[in-house]
């Protein structure tokens, strides 16, 4: 049964393919050039010798015409006719004449009174006048008998047959044809051992990439990268984004180990507390249960409530950041994008940070400010970019002592809508501000724990804006302040073309 082409190349390596493919071609090639060159010799030898058998037939031909003139209705007896010196053709060339009757009149010596075989079937060509040639074998000698009409007085009174021999040409184009063969079947199987060094050769790259993925999946070392020297070569750049895919994933790998410890920390520690407390409040019920608590012990019982309502704020707040990131890496988060007034988002931002601030730092220990505020319109979602500007304030509000202050301010300007968020807080180091997008990165993490961050605010402020086509920036110095921008396109309506909401307001 013939095997399906499918299952045949997943037995082949690429270096047999590349080898089989190479030398078919190059095969192909020197079939199609070997037949050509054939051809073409075989086409001019047979041109070659028709064309001398004609030039001594037509002279033979008016050579005999000459002495035969006297009699126009036969020709002479043999022995009259005198055919022109045969060193004029080549010694091997014989010549015989015939009647019309098919009767052999003269023979050239070198004929020898042989016979030539099927001379008779030129008489119907040359009883019209027309000359014929065809291919016959005398011993094991091959020839070439070319005939023309013997014309006297306008009358056919038989032929010149000129017998030439052609076996030296058709040996000549056999052995030819034999040096094709075999040099093309030597140039295949050299160029398939070739072809197959070469392929080995380029290929070795692919042997090494392989087993440094083999290496990798093995021993789980994210370290490794490939080093070839061919850097330049299709290769070389394969290589090379090999290693980039490394790194990304190396990065991806420590950041997801770095997430998992980083995460468990900072469940554990509200998880602890929660628990201590627990423990506290199943001993201050059996307290209770013998007899009337004490006033000091209510208030106990108050601050400890207080404190696991904290932390389980704080574990709730991390849960669901985490699982933002998660559906914005995963791409099921989806933005619901419309015309958004940016400026009315900020001043709602604005009314709920003076609420946080009391709430967090004490009534009147951080002073909100509404600075610059442009009108300014912006595609996007709403609710998210609610969210983006009141983690900003929040991490403000966090970082900024009391009797500090804060302020909000919008601009637009240059196709483009800033919003800032400057605080008098203890600002952030250059060093720091490399990373103060990271997830769970903290400038001052026993603080932040403490004020019940996360880590994550500031990364998913990163990830709304750019996820909105703008941009964050921070400019800071420390123990004098940090001020937040906020980059998004504005959005201009078309001629002619309104928003309902915005007519309406």
Known sequence: LPIPYSLLLAFMTIRLRLTLWYTALLGATLIFFSVIVYSA??????????????????????????????DLRKLPEGESIEFPSLNYFASSVAVQVINRDGLVVK??????????????SALPSIEQGLTYRYRTV????????????????????????????????????????????????????VAAVVGALLARRELLPLAEITRTAGGISRATDLDLRLNLEDADTEIGELAATFNEMLDRIQKLFKGQERLVADVSHELRTPLTTIRGNMDLLQRMAGSIRSGPPSEELLHEFADIVDEVESETTRMSTLINDLLLLAQADSGVLKLQMEVVELDTV????????????DHVKGPGAL???????????????????????????????????????????????????????????????????????????RTDKARSR????????????????????GRVTVESTP???????????????????????????
Do not use: C
């Open 450 to 469: 403490e004020q019940g961050g996360s880590g994550l605010g500031l990364s998913i402020v990163a990830w709304l804006a750019q996820a909105h086509n």
């Open 346 to 357: 900020l001043l709602d931002v604005y009314r709920q940070a003076r609420r946080v601030a």
């Open 107 to 120: 023979q050239s010596d070198n004929l020898a009174n042989m016979t030539v075989p099927g001379y008779t």
């Open 479 to 505: 123990q004098q302040g940090s001020t937040f921008f906020v980059w998004l396109p504005e959005y201009v309506p078309a001629a002619g073309v309104g928003d309902e909401r915005l007519i309406e307001g």
């Open 138 to 189: 005398l011993g094991e000698q091959p020839l070439l008998v070319y005939s023309v009409p013997l014309f006297i007085g306008g009358q056919v009174l038989g032929a010149v047959q000129i017998v030439h021999p052609i076996g030296a040409a058709e040996d000549a184009l056999a052995q030819v044809g034999r040096y094709l063969i075999i040099g093309t079947a030597l140039s295949l199987i």
């Open 41 to 70: 010799l075989a086409t001019n030898l047979q041109a070659q010798v028709l064309q001398d058998s004609q030039r001594e037939a037509v002279s033979v031909a008016n050579a005999v015409s000459l002495q035969i003139e006297r």
């Open 367 to 441: 002073e909100i400010h509404l600075g610059s505020e442009d009108q300014a319109l912006v595609l996007g979602d709403r609710a998210r970019l609610h969210q983006l500007l009141l983690n900003l304030v929040d991490n403000a509000i966090k970082y900024t002592p009391s009797g500090g202050s804060i302020t909000l301010s919008l601009e637009n300007s240059g196709g483009w809508v800033r919003v800032a968020v400057h605080d008098t807080g203890i600002g952030i180091s250059p060093e720091q501000q490399r990373h103060i997008f990271d997830r769970f990165y």
